[in-house]
């Protein structure tokens, strides 16, 4: 009997799919990497895991498993084929509980799902991938997923109180558990958060929430280059504000995006393409800063005021200001053009997320530069200021040789600069594949083995997710 036939025959027909269609759609993610499974399997529930899990360890066949597909790193890519296990049918949201403030979720509920969810209660799930319309819970999970709210609220590591997962050896585990507060044994979560599916498949999560604040305001500003933005954001935190959300952006970031609108920096564009229409005026000079703040709405009214004096007294050339939930969505359209803006210039765009000590903002800013001077390839720098963590594009023409090879070398002399500053090589993308090659630099020899061992230990037969940074 094949293996498929013989993974039918544990967990039902109709859950076990080889046609190539389905093979192809499992074989990549937002990375350059594809390569297909054997068979995809969509569980339905721990249990299924489990069977799959057993059978796989048993007969050594390697299972990758997948949340929602979009992650940026290769990281459920089936590099040595066997089982694509998807979990896109475990999505079931199966409690809020505003008065514990938690809610006990299915590993493959969509994480927007979740938030507009408790929204509708009145209550907050903060971590805002940028994917949230795409990606789960599981795939956060197992990324340690970030984003911009993450400098107020804290990565997904923050608001994981208890977890079900299915070891590769097919025990389901609890780790964790429903309190806000729980310190009983080692931090079983704190494993399982962030690594990269090569540790346990997680089947549920239970999760902190907190209220949701009443009101927020944003303020987009344009200054003239990065460094007067990166010094508006110093002095922010030195005024003693700490606002949820602080995003800034380079100048040849904010060309690709006057460009795919063909608008000028003075005229209000309208997005009428492939986003929702809207009306927005785009921010003057060569850098940009989008600050949100949230809270009691007197206290926001309060900040947002102080704050865009504070942004004219750091040398705003331009400044537009919300209050409402439309219109913060507005000024928050344009951050979310950019990563099309930079795909819309032809140019590949290889997606780095590092991150720095903040008072390094500048610096980093300055060796992007350089390492356009010095390979011929132009860098668009943006991202999470308020904590360091920016998305450095190197723009790569695939035709120009000198180009393609430059973008490799580029991407060294940038991991060693990060680590030679104390930073590291990937503040939310994780490692997957796109990263391996710098994973054992970026680590150090000792930090490694425990990785191994860790790994050994709980994958004995080296199953899980293979062909990545750990194991075999
Ligand atoms: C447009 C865009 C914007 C993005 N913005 C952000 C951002 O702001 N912040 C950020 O952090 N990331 C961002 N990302 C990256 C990505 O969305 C996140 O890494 C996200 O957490 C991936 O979730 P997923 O469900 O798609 O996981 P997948 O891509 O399916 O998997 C990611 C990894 O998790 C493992 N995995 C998935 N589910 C489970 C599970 N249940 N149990 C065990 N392992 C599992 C997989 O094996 C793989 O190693 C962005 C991606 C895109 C395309």
Redesign the pocket.
Known sequence: MSFAAELQKLIGKGRVRMDDATLEAHSS??WFASHRPDAVVFAENARMVSHVMRFASRHKVPV??????????G??VPVRGGIALS?AR?NRILEIHPEDGVATVE??VV?GDLQAATRRHGWFYPP?????K???????????????RCLKYG??RHYVLGLQ?VLPTGEIIQAGGRTHKNKTGFDLVGL?VG????L????QATLRLIPHPPARACLSAGFADERHAAAAVQLIFKKGFLPSAVEIADGFTLDAVRRKFSGTAEKPLSFQDDGPVSILSLPHGQAHLLVETDGQRSSVRAELKALARLLRTAGALSLDTAETEKDCERLWELRREF?RALKSTGLRKLNE?IAVPRSRLVDLFEFAKKLQRRHGIRAACFG?AGDGNIHVNLMVDDHVRRQVIGGEHALNELFRQVLKWKGAIT????I?LAKKRWWSMAIGPDARKLHERLKSCLDPAGVL?PG?FVGK
């Open positions: 993610d937002e990758t498993v997948r949340g929602g597909g979009v992650g940026y790193v990281g459920c979990l475990m590993a493959g994480t805002d991938p940028a994917s949230l795409e990606c789960t819970i599981g795939g956060n999970i197992s990324t340690n997923a970030g984003g911009p990565v997904t997962v399982f690594s990269e599916g090569l346990g498949v997680v089947t990563s997320d999470h503040g939310e993308h994780g997957g997710n990545k």
